[in-house]
Nanobody
Framework: QVDVVESGGGLVQPGGSLRLSCTAS?????????MGWYRQAPGKARVLVAS???????TTTASVKGRFTISRDNAKNTLYLQMNGLKPDDTAIYYCNTDLRGDSLLPVGSWGQGTQVTVSS
């Protein structure tokens, strides 16, 4: 099981953009894996925001649809989340998981420390 490191978070004004990266270390991300980005707001559960399959098919939760885009670069062992039109409700710690299993997309890969995204004026 590989370790992951999330980066790219920060403080941004409403309407701004950020690009998050998730880089694997200690091994390679399997190109056959479905991977995803999660977020956890204060006092709330961690939830799946976006996923991408081995074929490149993507899903996004309704609250970020049209604003967030997930992508992957298997050669670079990296997963990305492009976030545009950020809103205060997007404030959370963002985590990636590089191994989601089954129809329920159960996360079985390792978790990193996450990267904080704060949207505020």
């Amino acid at each position: 099981q590989v370790d992951v490191v999330e980066s790219g978070g920060g403080l941004v004004q409403p309407g701004g953009s950020l690009r998050l990266s998730c880089t694997a270390s200690g091994g390679s991300i399997l190109s056959a894996n479905t991977m995803g980005w999660y977020r956890q707001a204060p006092g709330k559960a961690r939830v799946l925001v976006a996923s991408i399959s081995s074929s490149g098919s993507t899903t996004t939760t309704a609250s970020v649809k049209g604003r967030f885009t997930i992508s992957r670069d298997n050669a670079k062992n990296t997963l990305y989340l492009q976030m545009n039109g950020l809103k205060p409700d997007d404030t959370a710690i963002y985590y990636c998981n590089t191994d989601l299993r089954g129809d329920s997309l159960l996360p079985v890969g390792s978790w990193g420390q996450g990267t904080q995204v704060t949207v505020s004026s």
